[in-house]
């Protein structure tokens, strides 16, 4: 008894702690509230939009709702299990080093991890969409009671998962090595999840019936799937499911105690050294000044900044799934077949510099002195811009080639690349103004997946939205020909683009001088 009642009181202080980290993160600062109110009605629709959703279920055949259950049920638990690692460094509660100079023991750290980890407007909500399988799935009053066990040991199965593989992944997500094998494995999942996509829209055969009952038969016997099936079932071998599927929630807690033992006295590998700084090749060939010195910094962040990384496997990823869905359609292929893909790559490429300040951080104020006018600031961005091309130029004639192949005419090739490079020169320029505009932090401690400080969210996604919207308004004159079929139109895409460019970087050198101390200070929170 004495046991029982120091691990509800180690619950009630870890929940306690969380709802105060929350509530003290938010305290004075606007952004951050707004981030929050937008995060917490996020939850609040997606909590009654899943439940409404998932009961509906219910309409379907027998069979089918069951299938559907398993699936969404395993896809919970899978979520779970990789969107924390996405955030880890932006929930503190998830890195057990930060505890480990508390007085405390595994058990009860394991007790606190575990309530803070069901403590939220995301992890509730989570639960209420669990809640409609019982809706969805359950036949009668055995199916019920049998449900809603069920569904919280589905939500523990979740929450233990997520829990065990953060924790045992904690000291590799630490090192900048972890967060890039984490970015290149993140960008292969995405692309796996559209498998099943490109292979119907490339005519093989299978139809979303087919497909459903073979997954729903393979997944019936891992966890998730038990807990799906006890709740259909309703009687006994529901029961004999859900001690089943307890104990495997069981055997995830021990693991997890044994793994988080081994985690808090193991070295922090992220504090050791780097070793030498190797000058890159390409260094030789840059310009003197201010211009190239600014060029050969920004490729050195390319190539060891993990953030960056995602984003541009992000662009190559998404526009190599495009190109492959237009090429598998059965309807006539169009320029627009090659182009697309192309301009979407160069969208998402160039979206990059609508926060070209954030990644200096703090350093940004040897910047800062250094300006003496608004040339300088120009100049600088001049060379964040021209570091981007060096490799966004060649990646979308890559892309523009192999789009062009596989809409089946290679000469689509060249207005499709000079259509992506002019639609890259419009976003930089956009980017310049926006930079000067809507700076915001991203700290150095956050992993491949963060493009913002916790609590500026909202400015990043606002940053974000106005960047596409500019952007795609002022490409509209470019790219709707060439899509359309025009193709001459794309040799007038790389003057319009640098044009655009030259005067974003004119606009924000103007803006963008008078307002130093105000962006220095944005990129330089603490988050």
């Not at 499911?241 to 495997?248: H, K």
């Not at 003496?372 to 120009?378: E, H, I, K, N, V």
Request: proline letters at 5%.
């Amino acid at each position: 008894m004495a046991r029982l009642g120091g691990d509800a009181a180690m619950t009630t202080l870890f929940v306690r702690l969380k709802l105060r980290l929350i509530l003290g993160n938010l305290r004075g600062d606007v952004a951050k509230q707004v981030g929050f109110i937008f995060s917490v009605l996020a939850a609040i629709g997606c909590a009654l939009g899943g439940f409404t959703l998932f009961s509906l279920v219910r309409l379907a055949a027998p069979d089918t709702a069951l299938n559907v259950g398993i699936v969404l049920f395993t896809a919970f638990t899978v979520g779970w299990v990789l969107v924390p690692l996405m955030i880890f460094g932006v929930d503190e509660t998830l890195d057990p080093s930060r505890l480990a100079l508390f007085p405390l023991t595994t058990r009860q750290l394991t007790v606190g991890m575990f309530a803070a980890s069901a403590t939220g407007p995301w992890p509730l909500a989570s639960l209420v969409v669990l809640a409609g399988g019982v809706v969805g799935l359950a036949g009668g009053v055995g199916g019920v009671l049998i449900g809603l066990v069920a569904v919280v040991l589905q939500f523990a199965l979740c929450l233990v998962a997520s829990r065990v593989v953060t924790t045992a992944l904690s000291g590799a997500l630490r090192s900048r090595r972890g967060r890039d094998v984490l970015a290149v494995a993140a960008v292969g999942v995405v692309l796996l999840s559209q498998l099943p996509n490109l292979l119907l829209n490339r005519g093989l055969p299978g139809d979303l019936s087919t497909l459903l009952s073979s997954t729903g038969e393979v997944l019936r016997w891992a966890p998730p799937g038990l807990a799906a099936h006890a709740i259909a079932d309703g009687g006994l071998v529901g029961v004999a499911e859900l001690v089943v599927l307890a104990g495997v929630v069981a055997l995830l807690a021990w693991l997890w105690i044994v793994v988080l033992r081994r985690a808090l006295v193991t070295p922090d590998a992220s504090n050791q050294g780097g070793g030498t700084v190797r000058r890159s090749w390409i260094d030789r060939f840059l310009p003197q000044g201010q211009l190239g010195g600014v060029v050969a910094k920004e490729l050195k962040y390319a190539r060891r900044e993990p953030r960056g990384r995602v984003a541009w496997l992000t662009a190559v990823v998404v526009s190599g799934i495009i190109m492959f869905t237009l090429s598998g359609n059965a309807g006539p292929a169009g320029l627009y077949s090659a182009a697309g893909p192309a301009c979407l790559a160069a969208l998402l490429i160039g979206i990059q510099a609508c926060n070209s300040f954030g990644i200096d951080g703090r350093s940004l104020w040897m910047n800062a002195v250094a300006f003496s006018s608004d040339r300088d600031l120009r100049t600088d961005l001049a060379g964040r811009h021209l570091a981007m091309a060096v490799i966004a130029v060649p990646v979308l004639g890559v892309i523009s080639v192999a789009a062009a192949l596989l809409a089946g005419n290679a000469a689509w090739a060249v207005p499709a690349a000079l259509t992506a490079w002019g639609l890259l020169g419009v976003a930089l320029g956009v980017g310049a103004v926006a930079s000067v505009i809507l700076p915001y932090t991203m700290p150095e401690r956050l992993n491949a997946f963060s493009g913002a400080a916790p609590g500026q969210g909202a400015l990043a996604f606002a940053s974000s939205s106005l960047g596409f919207l500019m952007t795609g308004t002022l490409a509209l004159p470019i790219v709707l020909p060439v899509l359309l079929g025009i193709a001459w139109v794309g040799v007038l895409a790389v003057p319009y683009g640098l044009l655009v460019a030259w005067a974003g970087r004119k606009v924000a050198g103007m803006v963008g001088f008078a307002r130093l101390p105000s962006i220095l200070a944005a990129v330089s929170r603490t988050g």
